[in-house]
């Protein structure tokens, strides 16, 4: 007979497809294949000279006077601060709205579509419209970064409320639980790992909103760094900031995981 | 006392249409205070269904069931369920399943946990409070199902074969320990078995029902003495009862 808490442990395998995206954990062979992956990238940067190609040591040297002469510190600060405010917009109202459709049917048959539709098309579509909407200011990067976000959230929470035991619902009725008591008691904590799951792909999608919305609409923070080093054809400076990109999201990455890990040590 | 008056449940068909199954017709029966009432019959017979309408889990279509003359509109604090697949909270420990009921009914944190430490020590997990659900054995799980259950102290329990999905002797070792708690604080039981043996050596009496609709073939008295244990297994009238089930229930088996 399965057990309602192996159940839950079964429904983990949504994971974040890419090892990059993994946190960095110490394992000797991750480390070797760091290494290795460095030292393949400076070998054939020196080999191939190829200006789309620099060598890893040049990239580093390009990130380090970008450290230096404080433009990264700027970049970054502006960035995250759209990522931060972008994230939590979706996170609050994807929670929200998926833990509506997944204990309501009818809000479910109301919103699937929409929120289907938006997940499936691609979120740069809407960006010209944020523009007409909210001109230029910082509301459109934000929007886009929402729009990036948000969805991945809405369908993982509604899956996760859905797929809840009703063993464990049904049990809660018995002991007279009001529809408060079974959503806080049951509903929330049994649907935790798959709704981080969501989260975790919602904040890979508002790296990429970020970064997306940056080069190509508000020109402002890392993305527009990207995109001018990009089109000057200074390939080190390019792929430096690049690495900075790379590292801001295996962090944010790493504090879900982190959270997450904290709250569902139940799970198998 | 619970009573049961021409109590039928149809389930819609899987298309919706009105090719519904019905799975209990006019049951007639009561349970009398401080019984231990088993209900047996083959499987598709509705005993779950009946044991969930006497919940308040499900609504029924037809007759009446009341406790103590009030009409069943839903769950009370005057029942508590044990279901057979636990339905522990796999992220809550031991001493926090037990005490999820007395939660529910708000009642204060301190007692709370002094209550559920109560019942914790009464099933025989004492030093596993803090444990996981994932961390115990299947015997032991069912206990936090029924130390769970025994907390809110419910005039009625309702079983749901509890130990249905437990190897045998984890299963003969928590019917001696129900019958033992049963015995000291006496309470209306039904409990839903597929047991001929742990249908006889529980109850005061025995319903039988049919498969398909579910109906009452036969509520039969188990005159055997108490406090019974595993040594009841061995008395004629034991044998007997048990000889009588099974000849019923072989006539009704399709398979």
Redesign the interface.
């Known amino acids: 007979?399965?057990?309602?808490?192996?159940e839950?442990?079964k429904m983990r395998p949504i994971s974040v497809p890419g090892a990059l995206w993994r946190p960095l954990r110490g394992t000797w062979m991750e480390a070797l294949a760091l290494v290795g992956g460095v030292a393949l990238w400076e070998m054939l940067g020196w080999l191939l000279a190829m200006p789309w190609l620099p060598p890893f040591s040049k990239v580093m040297e390009a990130l380090v006077q970008f450290v230096q002469s404080g433009v990264i510190l700027a970049n970054v600060v502006v960035s995250l601060q759209g990522l931060a405010i972008g994230f939590s917009i979706s996170l609050v109202v994807g929670l929200l709205v998926g833990a509506l459709m997944g204990r309501y049917r009818r809000v479910e048959q109301a919103l699937h579509i929409y929120v289907h539709a938006l997940f499936i098309s691609p979120s740069m579509i809407f960006a010209p419209i944020f523009f007409a909407i909210f001109g230029l200011s910082d509301a459109v990067r934000i929007a886009v970064i929402v729009v990036y976000s948000l969805f991945v959230i809405i369908i993982n929470t509604t899956t996760a409320i859905r797929t809840v035991?009703p063993?464990?619902v049904?049990?809660?009725?018995?002991?007279?639980?009001n529809e408060r008591?079974i959503f806080v008691?049951?509903l929330l904590?049994?649907s935790?790992p798959l709704v981080f799951a969501g989260i975790r792909l919602g904040m890979g999608r508002a790296v990429r909103g970020m970064i997306n919305g940056e080069m190509f609409i508000a020109m402002v923070g890392l993305g527009a760094l990207a995109q001018r080093y990009g089109s000057q054809f200074e390939a080190s400076k390019a792929f430096a900031i690049a690495m900075v990109v790379l590292i801001i999201a295996l962090v944010c990455n790493w504090i879900v995981q982190t959270v997450e890990n904290s709250l569902?040590q139940?799970?198998? | 006392m619970i009573q049961v008056r021409g109590l039928s449940k149809e389930f819609a068909g899987r298309d919706g249409t009105d090719t519904g199954i019905v799975a209990l017709d006019s049951l007639d029966f009561e349970v009398r205070d401080n019984e231990f009432l088993t209900v047996i019959g083959p499987s598709g017979c509705g005993k779950t269904t009946l044991l969930r309408i006497v919940?308040?889990?499900i609504p029924y279509d037809r007759g009446e069931v009341s406790i103590n003359g009030t009409p069943v509109t839903?769950?009370?604090?005057d029942?508590?369920?044990v279901?057979?697949?636990?339905?522990?909270?796999?992220?809550?420990d031991v001493l926090t399943n037990v005490a999820?009921?007395l939660?529910?009914?708000d009642m204060p944190k301190a007692e709370c946990e002094a209550t559920a430490m109560r019942l914790v020590k009464l099933v025989g997990l004492e030093g596993f409070e803090r444990r996981?659900?994932?961390e115990l054995s299947?015997g032991m799980?069912q206990r936090v199902g029924l130390a769970r259950a025994l907390a809110?102290n419910p005039r009625i329990l309702l079983m749901d074969e509890p130990f249905?999905?437990l190897d045998e002797q984890t299963r003969r070792l928590l019917q001696e320990q129900l019958l033992r708690i049963w015995e000291r604080e006496r309470k209306t039981v039904i409990f839903i078995t597929h047991s001929m043996e742990e249908a006889v050596l529980l109850g005061d009496r025995v319903m039988l029902m049919t498969p398909r609709p579910g109906r009452v073939k036969e509520i039969i008295n188990v005159p055997l003495k108490r406090p019974r244990g595993h040594d009841t297994e061995k008395s004629a009238t034991f044998v007997e009862i048990k000889e009588y089930l099974w000849q019923n229930l072989r006539s009704m088996q399709v398979a």
Request: overall charge positive; aromatic content about 10%.
């Open positions: 007979m399965a057990k309602a808490g192996v839950v442990g035991d063993a464990l049904e049990m809660a009725c018995s002991f007279g639980a008591q008691r049951i904590p049994a935790l569902t139940w799970v198998d | 919940a308040g889990l839903g769950p009370g604090p029942r508590a369920v279901f057979q697949n636990f339905a522990l909270m796999p992220w809550a999820f009921g939660e529910i009914r996981l659900p994932k299947g799980q809110v249905g999905s």
